[in-house]
C-alpha cells in the first residue's frame, strides 16, 4: 500500500503568508492521480488540484500544485480567510486509493 | 445542480448491519465511478469502496474487506453500501463522491454532505 505523509500537521499563519503544504508518498505515484482536496469545519471536502498541477474549476489562483514521483507540493500564495481549514493529499496506487492524513492551516 | 444525498447511517450495535443509500442527481450517474469514503469523528479520510461507472470493477479497503459490498442501481441513480459485521471503528461520517475515469480524471468531484454512522453497544 502507498502511503502518503503530509506535512507539517498543522500550519499557523496570518493571511496574506504564503503556506506549503508538502505530501511525500512511501513509492512513486502517479501524477494524474495525485489530488488535493480542502475541508473546511462541518463541509464535505472539495477538489482543490488534480493531476498534481491542474486547478479544478472553481480553485482561485493563488492555489497552485507542483511535483511528481514521490514528492508534491501545494502552495497557497496568499492565504485569504476562507482558505483555512485541512487539506488532504491523496492518489491511486494497487488498486486502492490513499489519503494522506491531512494539514491543518489555522490562522496565527 | 448536481446533488448527492446520503442516507441510511443510525446507531447500530457492534456485529450488526447498516445499508447506506446515495442518491445521486445533475450529472449522468452511469458515466460516472461511484465512492465511498469515510471520517472518523475528529480524524481524516478513509477511503472505503468504489465500483466503476461499469460495476464491472469493485476495489475494497482492506479495513472492510469481506464486510462490506458496494452495489450501484443505474435505474434509480443510486449507490449503496451494505455493511455487515460492523465494529466499534466502523464509527465515521461516510460520503459518498463521483469520479470520472481515465483521461478525464479530476479527483472526486461531487460529495454529499454524508451520513453518520455509529456503533455501538
Known amino acids: 500500500e502507498i502511503v502518503l505523509t503530509q506535512s507539517p500537521g498543522t500550519l499557523s499563519l496570518s493571511p496574506g503568508e504564503r503556506a506549503i503544504l508538502s505530501c511525500r508518498a512511501s513509492q512513486s505515484v502517479t501524477s494524474s492521480f495525485l489530488t488535493w482536496y480542502q475541508q473546511t469545519p462541518g463541509q464535505a471536502p472539495r477538489v482543490l488540484i488534480y493531476g498534481s498541477s491542474h486547478r479544478a474549476a472553481g480553485t482561485p489562483d493563488r492555489f497552485s500544485g507542483s511535483g511528481s514521483g514521490t514528492d508534491f507540493t501545494l502552495t497557497i500564495s496568499r492565504l485569504e480567510p476562507e482558505d483555512f481549514g485541512v487539506y488532504y493529499c491523496q492518489q491511486y496506487g494497487d488498486s486502492r486509493w490513499t489519503f494522506g492524513q491531512g494539514t491543518k492551516v489555522e490562522i496565527k | 445542480e448536481v446533488q448527492v444525498v446520503e442516507s441510511g447511517g443510525g446507531l447500530a450495535q457492534p456485529g450488526g448491519s447498516l445499508r447506506l443509500s446515495c442518491v445521486a442527481s445533475?450529472?449522468?450517474?452511469?458515466?460516472?465511478?461511484m465512492n465511498w469514503v469515510r471520517q472518523a469523528p475528529g480524524k481524516g479520510l478513509e477511503w472505503v469502496s468504489t465500483i466503476t461507472a461499469g460495476g464491472d470493477i469493485i476495489i475494497y479497503a482492506d479495513s472492510v474487506k469481506g464486510r462490506f459490498t458496494i452495489s450501484r442501481d443505474i435505474s434509480k441513480n443510486t449507490l449503496f453500501l451494505q455493511m455487515n459485521n460492523l465494529r466499534a471503528e466502523d464509527t465515521a461520517l461516510y460520503y459518498c463522491?463521483?469520479?470520472?475515469?481515465?483521461?478525464?480524471?479530476?479527483?472526486?468531484?461531487?460529495w454529499g454532505q454524508g451520513t453518520l454512522v455509529t456503533v455501538s453497544s
Open positions: 445533475g450529472f449522468t450517474f452511469s458515466s460516472y465511478a
Open positions: 463522491a463521483n469520479y470520472v475515469s481515465g483521461t478525464r480524471y479530476k479527483g472526486f468531484e461531487d
